[in-house]
């Protein structure tokens, strides 16, 4: 963990800090609280933190609308408990990450005011601004993510400012040298500090089109099949001219001779029309970020086929740059309730688990997870997402992959706090309880210990090449190999036996998870089960 490439092929577990554990029972996850979890994070095997913003923020977006990026968010703890937390991560050799958000701030930062004060003052042109059309109306038809216009009218400037995401969400100006140096004089704050690397937000969105041309809607044929048109009509348009512009590639460069100079690392979370390609250009090089985090394995059920599509469509354009897979994050619906919630098998999500750590690249594991947790029924009452409110009830927002930990059965709120959670911890997660969990050698999260103990161990399924061999709906199976050591990887997720085209005899250093059996040049793995063997 000490080299310089110790991401590569690391396991980062995702921490959203007001859902994890409860230090100060104000009913809000906190710094002491997630210190208190340290053993039980070392206790999974993965080799890094990343936490949800921790920054102070007014939370009109969960800490995504930073107002301080030098500062700890009150709800959190103090610079003081952070530094403690941190400690306690590095002493048990963990490397953190911390949520940076570059593309924007809070409308609350002091650069904002400065800049949205007048037309000349030294920050005017640190975040994006535009004159209207001359009707009034915005300078084009861009749209944010989260509903409505990309543009905002500002009644002191006489101009609209832009942002991808809430109104009090302004973007930050790239186009402008002084900005870019101010942030990255932010994000090096928290290297002196002593983070290990960030996770970047919607790195995509920090450039666009400097003539503000319109963006091309999406041919309507082409709407009917995907969910998320007539819910939201950010997906109506093709995003040429918003997001993603070539020039970020020369701030991305600045970034990573950042990081370098702390030897730490970063993965950026990239959500575009073609995340993919962005993924493979912006890690390209080994001069831009290190690792790319994309929704292709969030926003669908990931099936095998599903699964096997993607990965080689990446691999088809990566070349030297690198992916960092998750199943589920707070922003999707967990990835239990993707395969049908808890009706669904404890064995097929320790199959998820043990395909998402064997494909190649790093991995993301949101907390619950290693649980198998569904996604909570938050009722309208109780929403905190304003991209719930907004989209109810045909999109219920984020809020129900965001509830509470469920620590301990027996207690209040699951053992998450002695006050009222912020977000309702639900009794669909109280037999998932740790507690119960940890004293079941069977149980989904002590088949993610024993797997991902037994990964350390294999050089092959963290940095080695991947080469599929078949899948369908329910079956995988592909090769990992690295130097001298070579793997055969065999996934069932299916409620029936599935045979495989393999005649060559397991070796003694492998893993299983169920049954399986070799005979006439077939090897039948029982339902629900897995089997990777050195070879």
């Excluded at 949520?99 to 002091?110: K, N, R």
Aim: with cysteine.
């Amino acid at each position: 963990m000490n080299n310089k490439n110790w991401w590569k092929g690391a396991v980062i577990y995702q921490i959203y800090p007001s859902s994890f554990a409860d230090g100060n029972n104000d009913g809000i996850g906190d710094f002491k609280g997630i210190a208190s979890k340290m053993d039980y994070i070392k206790s999974l095997g993965v080799d890094a933190v990343w936490t949800s913003p921790i920054c102070k923020s007014p939370m009109k977006d969960f800490g995504y609308d930073v107002s301080d990026y030098c500062d700890t968010n009150e709800r959190f703890g103090t610079l003081d408990e952070f530094d403690q937390m941190l400690k306690e991560a590095h002493d048990r050799g963990l490397k953190f990450f911390i949520d940076f958000v570059p593309s924007h701030t809070s409308d609350q930062h002091a650069w904002f005011t400065e800049s949205r004060s007048s037309k000349t003052n030294p920050k005017a042109d640190w975040y994006v601004w535009a004159d209207p059309k001359p009707d009034g109306t915005a300078p084009n038809n861009w749209l944010s993510v989260f509903g409505g216009s990309a543009w905002q009218w500002d009644s002191t400037r006489c101009q609209y400012y832009m942002h991808n995401f809430l109104k009090e969400q302004p973007d930050i100006n790239w186009q402008n040298p002084e900005a870019v140096e101010a942030v990255l004089g932010e994000m090096e704050f928290w290297l002196k500090r002593g983070v290990d690397g960030f996770r970047y937000d919607v790195i995509a969105h920090c450039m666009h089109d400097t003539e503000l041309r319109d963006n091309p809607a999406i041919d309507v044929s082409n709407r009917a099949n995907d969910a998320k048109f007539g819910k939201n009509p950010f997906f109506y348009q093709h995003h040429y001219y918003n997001i993603v512009w070539p020039q970020m590639i020369d701030n991305l460069k600045k970034i990573r001779a950042l990081l370098d100079k702390y030897d730490a690392a970063c993965v950026g979370e990239v959500a575009t029309d073609h995340s993919l390609d962005t993924l493979a250009i912006y890690t390209k090089g080994q001069d831009k970020i290190h690792m790319g985090y994309t929704f292709n394995l969030l926003d669908a059920t990931p099936t095998p086929l599903h699964i096997r599509t993607v990965v080689q469509d990446l691999e088809s354009k990566v070349e030297d740059g690198w992916a960092c897979w998750s199943l589920s994050n707070h922003d999707v619906l967990r990835l239990r309730s993707r395969f049908g919630g808890l009706a669904t098998p404890d064995d097929v999500v320790k199959v998820l688990n043990a395909i998402l750590l064997s494909i190649r690249g790093s991995v993301c594991v949101y907390q619950g997870d290693e649980l198998g947790l569904p996604e909570a029924d938050v009722p309208f009452e109780r929403l905190q997402d304003p991209y719930g409110i907004e989209f109810w009830p045909e999109f219920k927002g984020r809020d129900g992959c965001r509830t509470p930990m469920p620590w301990n059965s027996s207690k209040p709120n699951n053992g998450f706090s002695k006050t009222e959670p912020w977000l309702p911890a639900v009794k669909e997660h109280t037999a998932l309880s740790v507690d119960i969990q940890d004293k079941d050698k069977n149980s989904i999260l002590n088949s993610f210990r024993s797997f991902t103990s037994w990964r350390k161990l294999h050089k092959a399924l963290i940095k080695g090449s991947i080469s599929f061999i078949e899948a369908d709906e329910e079956i995988m199976s592909f090769y990992r190999e690295y130097e001298d050591e070579k793997l055969i990887c065999f996934f069932n997720i299916s409620a029936n036996k599935r045979d495989f085209n393999y005649n060559n005899p397991f070796g003694e250093d492998k893993f299983v998870s169920g049954g399986y059996k070799q005979a006439n040049n077939k090897l039948t793995l029982d339902p629900y089960s897995f089997v990777i063997s050195k070879i």
